[in-house]
């Protein structure tokens, strides 16, 4: 993490474009499936678990966004967001408010 620890309504957000041989199906993550920017993706709302609550979040927001659905979800976009008390929620909106309007300028 690059942070030792958040601020009180403190938001860290990370992002991780990862690659994968085999077959990795959206299907099988955690969350609501929906799509953003015209990619298939994932969105997961939690309590704060392991990373996230080492900094001290209450929250974390988990999204994975699908760059190429031809070579079997091989290539994806994976956001994870940290949010601490209070106000959580406001940045928990916050977040999925970023998510909606994200664009996606490379594909794999």
Do not use: F, K
């Not at 309504?9 to 085999?22: C, D, E, F, M, Q």
């Not at 916050?94 to 794999?108: C, D, F, H, I, Y």
């Amino acid at each position: 993490m690059p942070l030792a620890a958040l601020s009180p309504g403190g938001v860290l957000i990370t992002w991780t474009r990862r690659s994968a041989p085999g077959d990795h199906r959206l299907s099988d993550q955690a969350g609501r499936q929906t799509t953003l920017d015209g990619h298939p993706a994932s969105i997961n709302a939690t309590s704060a678990t392991d990373e996230c609550a080492a900094v001290g979040a209450t929250r974390e927001v988990h999204a994975i966004i699908v760059l190429d659905p031809v070579m079997p979800y091989q290539h994806w976009l994976d956001m994870s967001a940290c949010l601490a008390a209070p106000d959580a929620a406001r940045a928990e909106m916050q977040v999925n408010e970023m998510l909606a309007s994200l664009r996606v300028t490379s594909g794999p």
